[in-house]
């Protein structure tokens, strides 16, 4: 099971770190990713972190948001600075028990296990 945590209200150019903790199993060789869903709008990629420690960000995202993981605790991290009102959306964290190519990283469909949203909600 993957369980998230640590989103909340920011205002615009602020911060929040969600955090995903897995537990069950470990998921320390494989990928791991956060997805974002705003309302009316479809579940998309926004960074993930291959087992080698590669990382894959979405391009809205790239320079403000910083993807980590901690194979000790078993989990993954998502830093994010200078928050935009277009960031708002409920944020997911996801573990594949497969070895992603690159090409593969973005897609939902390449994931196994999901945690519930943590809601991020970005004031202007």
């Known amino acids: 099971q993957l369980q998230a945590s640590g989103g909340g209200l920011v205002q615009a150019g602020g911060s929040l770190r969600p955090s995903c903790a897995a537990s069950?199993?470990?998921?320390?060789?494989?990928?791991m990713g956060w997805f974002r869903q705003a309302p009316g709008k479809e579940r998309e990629f926004v960074a993930a972190?291959?087992?080698?420690?590669?990382?894959h960000y979405a391009n809205s995202v790239k320079g403000r948001f910083t993807v980590s993981r901690d194979n000790g605790k078993n989990a993954v991290y998502l830093q994010m600075n200078g928050l935009k009102p277009e960031d708002a959306a409920a944020y997911y964290c996801?573990?594949?028990?497969?070895?992603?190519?690159?090409?593969?990283?973005?897609?939902?469909?390449?994931?196994?296990?999901w945690g519930q949203g943590t809601l991020v909600t970005v004031s202007s």
């Open positions: 972190i291959r087992s080698i420690g590669m990382t």
């Open positions: 069950g199993r470990t998921f320390s060789g494989y990928p």
């Open positions: 996801a573990a594949s028990v497969s070895r992603l190519i690159a090409g593969m990283v973005p897609n939902p469909g390449s994931y196994d296990y």
